[in-house]
T-cell receptor, first 113, second 115 residues
Framework: GENVEQHPSTLSVQEGDSAVIKCTYS??????FPWYKQELGKRPQLIID?????GEKKDQRIAVTLNKTAKHFSLHITETQPEDSAVYFC????????????FGKGTRLHILP | KAGVTQTPRYLIKTRGQQVTLSCSPI?????VSWYQQTPGQGLQFLFE???????NKGNFPGRFSGRQFSNSRSEMNVSTLELGDSALYLC??????????????FGPGTRLLVL
């Protein structure tokens, strides 16, 4: 069945450095890739998303890249800040088919002072 | 606007029992999706309801069911509870359920513990 692999499961970066989280998906029909941030004890929140007709999307310090050929996509956070500490989930879905969304298992990002 | 609300927030049940969880979407939202979150499996999609009809379903056994009322409030039911059903159950609402076109807003979740 469809699967989304997310790496790493845990990531620690120095404040101010960049963080990169990578996901791969198995369903070639996937064409929508959202990223969610979940702070400790809080609900997931959509932070950025990308569709398959775009290779990269940026929103301030956050960017997402997509390689459809290789079936992988990545989240890049630059100039990391303490409030970036959270669990990040990637997901893949096919908007044209059934809208089922498959999540990665999450990456716990620690920003070190 | 009030956000997505879920009740109860915490629940303890024993194996074999059944449980009903409730989700009230943001006013005006007609789509409600349910997710299960566990440390081992992460976030998994259960099902989506739109205008009182189940529109999408994830890969969960028939013990997991749901419904949606005319006011868009939704309930999910888990029968014959198993230890592995212990999880945080999240619901999310959006206006039309058009993934990618609009943002889904998550509720705070119901934490279920099965003993």
């Amino acid at each position: 069945g469809e699967n989304v692999e997310q790496h790493p499961s845990t990531l620690s970066v120095q404040e101010g450095d960049s963080a990169v989280i990578k996901c791969t998906y198995s369903d070639s029909a996937s064409n929508y890739f959202p990223w969610y941030k979940q702070e400790l004890g809080k609900r997931p929140q959509l932070i950025i998303d990308i569709r398959s007709n775009v290779g990269e999307k940026k929103d301030q310090r956050i960017a997402v890249t997509l390689n459809k050929t290789a079936k992988h996509f990545s989240l890049h956070i630059t100039e990391t800040q303490p409030e970036d500490s959270a669990v990040y989930f990637c997901a893949a879905s096919s908007l044209n088919r059934d809208d089922k969304i498959i999540f990665g298992k999450g990456t716990r990002l620690h920003i070190l002072p | 606007k009030a956000g997505v609300t879920q009740t109860p927030r915490y629940l303890i049940k024993t194996r074999g029992q059944q449980v009903t969880l409730s989700c009230s979407p943001i006013s005006g939202h007609r789509s409600v999706s349910w997710y299960q979150q566990t440390p081992g499996q992460g976030l998994q999609f259960l099902f989506e309801y739109f205008s009182e009809t189940q529109r999408n379903k994830g890969n969960f056994p028939g013990r997991f069911s749901g419904r949606q009322f005319s006011n868009s409030r939704s309930e999910m039911n888990v029968s014959t509870l198993e230890l592995g059903d212990s999880a945080l159950y999240l619901c999310a609402s959006s206006s039309l359920g058009q993934l990618g076109q609009e943002t889904q807003y998550f509720g705070p979740g119901t934490r279920l513990l099965v003993l």
